[in-house]
């Protein structure tokens, strides 16, 4: 079956450190994966897409890598704040049309401590 | 600034009666989505308009339905509200003309509370 799967636990971080976020994905082949931030009660806003030939792209403090052999996507927050504490959401773009379709995780909770 | 709005952001309805969600837009896009979201869960996509093509999820209940009367606006229709419909409901909209840059801009929701 197809699934996506980010880490349900939260992840707590002190602040300063680097954040690293995982989504794994299976019987997907997605042209695009796209990262979005969403806070409580608020909708997700977008942060970074990276292609399935672009091995990694960056973003000031973001990074995300993306292996199509792993079918692994990870997304890095350096020099973390608190600011950053959030919900971060993976998405898979199949791009089989113009729509621009998303298919999402259920997003991991980072929070960073000061 | 342009954006995505929903309105309204809180809405308590009873059992069986039928609520709508609004969505507008001024970004001029040519897609809307709606997205049903339960707390810690994913976004669920339940069906998007490109322009005026209605695109239905294959496991979206009949329950939900959408207009979209122009490009502006959205709606979504619960008819028979059930319990196990509160949820957050998200609008997000997309260019829809260029592949790479179609990421979702969302409105901030409308979270919906059955009585």
């Known amino acids: 079956s197809q699934k996506i799967e980010q880490n349900s636990e939260a992840l707590n971080i002190q602040e300063g450190k680097t954040a690293t976020l995982t989504c794994n994905y299976t019987n997907y082949s997605p042209a695009y994966l796209q990262w979005y931030r969403q806070d409580p009660g608020r909708g997700p806003v977008f942060l970074l897409l990276?292609?399935?030939?672009?091995k990694e792209k960056r973003k000031e403090r973001l990074k995300v890598t993306f292996d199509t052999t792993l079918k692994q996507s990870l997304f890095h927050i350096t020099a973390s704040q608190p600011a950053d504490s959030a919900t971060y959401l993976c998405a898979l773009d199949l791009g089989s049309s113009n729509t621009g379709k998303l298919i999402f995780g259920q997003g991991t909770t980072l929070q960073v401590k000061p | 600034d342009a954006m995505v709005i929903q309105n309204p952001r809180y809405q308590v309805t009873q059992f069986g009666k039928p609520v709508t969600l609004s969505c507008s837009q001024t970004l001029n896009h040519n897609v809307m989505y709606w997205y049903q979201q339960k707390s810690s869960q994913a976004p669920k996509l339940l069906f998007h308009y490109y322009d005026k093509d209605f695109n239905n999820e294959a496991d979206t209940p009949d329950n939900f339905q959408s207009r979209r009367p122009n490009t502006s606006f959205c709606f979504l229709d619960i008819r028979s509200p059930g319990l196990g419909d509160a949820a957050m409901y998200l609008c997000?909209?997309?260019?829809?003309?260029?592949?790479?840059?179609?990421?979702?801009?969302f409105g901030p929701g409308t979270r919906l509370t059955v009585l």
């Open positions: 990276i292609r399935e030939n672009e």
């Open positions: 997000a909209t997309s260019g829809g003309l260029a592949r790479h840059t179609d990421t979702q801009y």
